[in-house]
């Protein structure tokens, strides 16, 4: 079932070189059925996962290149699963979304549904090399949606975001082999199973060095204060249906790395690095936010917060405890709605009003009734009012920070910093919302949105009172993986050692 989610997509966009530019009829039906295709089965998946298994479910694998032990394996946790549903679900809303581009549709859409599939197969691959190739996979897509379809500087944010990207993918790829080699030296065995190669024992300064290669990697796609540059010139350019996949889904990609990466396969050099990287991660936090207050285009401001948003969830997870990861992959789903809202927002926005800054738009709410209160709460979720999903994530996390062994001997600094961003997100909030919607309107006209746009919105409003309402559903399917994830951490490698040494 998981290869389906994956090769849908794929499939589907590789069939669309041989449609007719013209035929747009075909181009739309196919884009949008292969979406939900992956939807329905990933919603499958998600109520048929057996929530008492902290193991991987649905595992697949088959030989791919026998020679060198490499395979195609896939399989989704509790960790996962809720990644792959959260990229489905934006897979069909930022499809919809792209229906109206004017410019060549078909490679459009084909390249966005090339994206979906490799970001989806970054969150299942247990394959360290099937791992490397979604991730390369994403890249591509990603590096011409901006390139041709992007405005302002787009050349310059491509090539900024490519240069990154492809240093961080490099040091992963020298990361991955070197692991092997280690695990090869300890057993003699070559394999680049994710699962086998938890188990190896690694003396600590090669950990070190090669955590860092993997975390340099995850940091930029995250981004992590301070390697997230690429960011607001990549996220101001790109067209938003695209922009809906990178940041609500793409962006995730990289805090997935380091659960699944960085923790579980270092656990000493995690241990020596946490406090600095809670620090930078909180930094980011206070600093993304501290930009968007300044900014006048609600792109990029939108954009910032992403970076001071996406700062908690790698703090969450170097907190090391239940907590704090759960709140993470919590806010890792709930930023994903919330931010892709907020762009489909800024989106209609700049549609009707033809521009983006707050200098030149005023008192939309009069015109835009409909807009003003899907907007309103989705900003009130994004500053984290309690009662929406956005308050769920980060209340955790702040839990996890402050209870962690690891964090403990800056835990209070950390939480205040942590308490700062959020006032820092009231601030630049109302005063986008404020900016936009209050005050006497420059213009009359406006048109509301329509059903359609309504109807795109919808979803992410009913997600995120659910959520915040009731977070235990999604809170039960993630703790046990959470659980034995920690649990392996502690215990395995102290085990692992032990063996290695009586070879």
């Known amino acids: 079932m998981l290869t389906l989610i994956i090769f849908i997509p794929l499939l589907t966009a590789l069939a669309l070189i041989f449609v007719a530019r013209e035929n747009t009829g075909v181009i739309r039906a196919a884009g949008i059925g292969a979406t939900t295709a992956t939807l329905v089965v990933s919603l499958w ?23 060198l032990h490499i395979n195609y394996l896939v399989g989704v946790d509790g960790i996962s699963l809720w990644m792959v549903v959260l990229t489905a679900f934006l897979g069909v ?3 919809l979304l792209s229906l109206n581009q004017k410019k060549n549709l078909r490679d459009f859409v084909a390249l966005m549904l090339a994206l979906e599939a490799g970001t989806l197969g970054v969150f299942m691959a247990l394959d360290t090399i099937l791992f490397y190739v979604f991730w390369e996979l ?11 379809w992007g405005e302002g500087r787009r050349v310059y944010a491509t090539m900024k975001f490519v240069v990154y990207t492809l240093v961080g993918s490099l040091l992963m790829l020298v990361a991955i082999i070197t692991l092997t080699m280690v695990h090869y030296g300890a057993t003699h065995e070559v394999t680049f199973d994710l699962r086998i190669l938890a188990h190896t024992h690694i003396d600590p300064f090669m950990q070190a060095w090669m955590f860092l290669c993997f975390f340099v990697a995850f940091a930029i796609k995250v981004p992590v ?64 936010a501290w930009i968007a207050l300044a900014q006048r285009d609600i792109k990029s401001l939108v954009a910032y917060s992403s970076i001071s ?18 709140g993470s992959v919590l806010q890792m789903v709930n930023h994903g709605i919330i931010a892709s809202a907020l762009f489909i927002i800024v989106g209609f926005i700049e549609l009707r009003m033809g521009t983006r800054n707050l200098g030149e738009l005023k ?45 403990a001997e800056l835990a209070g600094i950390l939480v205040l910093m942590g308490g700062l961003s959020i006032v820092f997100a009231s601030i630049y909030m109302l005063y986008m919302f404020q900016g936009a919607m209050q005050e006497k309107p420059n213009s009359e006209n406006v048109s509301d949105i329509n059903s359609g746009e309504f ?15 009731y977070p235990k559903p999604f809170i039960d399917r993630v703790s046990p993986s959470v659980d034995s994830l920690l649990h392996l951490e502690k215990t395995v490698n102290l085990e692992a050692g032990k063996d290695s040494g009586h070879h």
């Open 45 to 67: 998946i998600l109520f048929t996962f057996d929530t008492s298994n902290p193991g991987m479910q649905f595992v697949q694998s088959a030989h791919w290149v026998p020679a």
């Open 93 to 95: 809303i930022s499809l």
């Open 138 to 148: 994403m890249l591509v897509p990603t590096y011409f949606i901006i390139g041709i």
């Open 225 to 288: 204060f301070p390697l997230h540059s690429w960011l607001p010139h990549a996220y101001v350019a790109c067209p938003i249906p695209a922009l809906i996949l990178l940041t609500g889904a793409m962006s995730k990609t990289g805090a997935y790395g380091l659960l699944r990466f960085c923790l579980p396969l270092f656990p000493d050099a995690v241990d020596s690095m946490a406090l600095v990287i809670g620090f930078m991660a909180a930094s980011g936090m206070v600093y993304g």
């Open 309 to 326: 948003h996406l700062g908690f969830i790698v703090l969450g997870i170097f907190a090391q405890n239940g907590e704090g990861i759960e």
């Open 363 to 407: 008192g939309l709410s009069k015109s835009m009734p409909v807009l003003y209160g899907v907007f309103m709460l989705v900003m009130l979720a994004a500053l984290g009012l309690p009662g929406l999903n956005g308050f769920v994530g980060e209340f955790l996390i702040l839990m996890g920070v402050w209870t962690s062994n690891l964090l």
């Open 455 to 469: 109807k795109l919105l919808l979803p992410a409003c009913l997600l995120i009172l659910l959520i915040g309402l």
